[in-house]
């Protein structure tokens, strides 16, 4: 789903999340799970499905590669490569007092997360491949994997996941078909949580 690039100065803050939320466990094809809160419920043609927000701190690595007369950040998404630079993606944070987890969905981090501040070297715009906004990134650690350098950013907006609830009250990811038909409903869905979280 994507991200809201709403002007937040700290949509991460604790203050905006509400701590008592029930959490659920997301569990992907491959049998990683993910520990979320229950953002947001909404019922759709008899069918519940919530809005999640993960427990940990959500993460990407970026390999930064040459593009003409400019470095451009790739977001590292096949999981091979991931299995290489994991281990040394996980050291590095652990300087920071930072746990890395290979989770369902998105890679998180367990620990509080370095003050954000607004630097030009400190974050990253880039582009997201479904949508022409940019999702806006804290740097947290940079590292080197056989010469290749890597980067590991934390989203600055809240990462939300849409899934479905059965009905044992377990959560599941969508299957496209399922995305598709409630779609067109995430913008109403979105603005009606940010006026809660405000």
């Given at each position: ?18 701590m ?28 519940e ?54 989770t ?18 400190e ?76």
């Amino acid at each position: 789903m994507p991200e809201s690039n709403r002007d937040r100065e700290s949509p991460m803050d604790e203050d905006s999340i509400d701590m008592d939320a029930p959490t659920v466990t997301l569990t992907d094809e491959a049998g990683l799970t993910l520990t979320c809160y229950i953002e947001h419920s909404l019922e759709v043609e008899e069918q519940e499905y919530v809005l999640l927000l993960p427990v940990d701190s959500p993460v990407e690595i970026f390999a930064w590669q040459e593009d003409g007369e400019e470095d451009e950040a790739v977001l590292v998404e096949d999981d091979e490569e991931l299995d290489l630079v994991f281990s040394t993606a996980k050291a590095v944070l652990e300087e920071q007092n930072l746990t890395l987890k290979r989770t369902a969905v998105v890679l998180t981090v367990e620990g509080d997360l370095p003050e954000f501040v607004e630097d030009e070297e400190e974050w990253a715009g880039v582009e997201s491949d479904s949508q022409d906004e940019q999702e806006e990134l804290q740097l947290l650690a940079s590292f080197y994997h056989q010469e290749q350098e890597y980067a590991i950013y934390a989203p600055l907006d809240p990462f939300f996941i849409l899934a479905r609830m059965d009905d044992a009250g377990q959560p599941h990811l969508l299957s496209p078909e399922e995305l598709k038909k409630i779609e067109p409903m995430l913008p109403m869905i979105e603005d009606q949580l940010f006026d809660e979280m405000e």
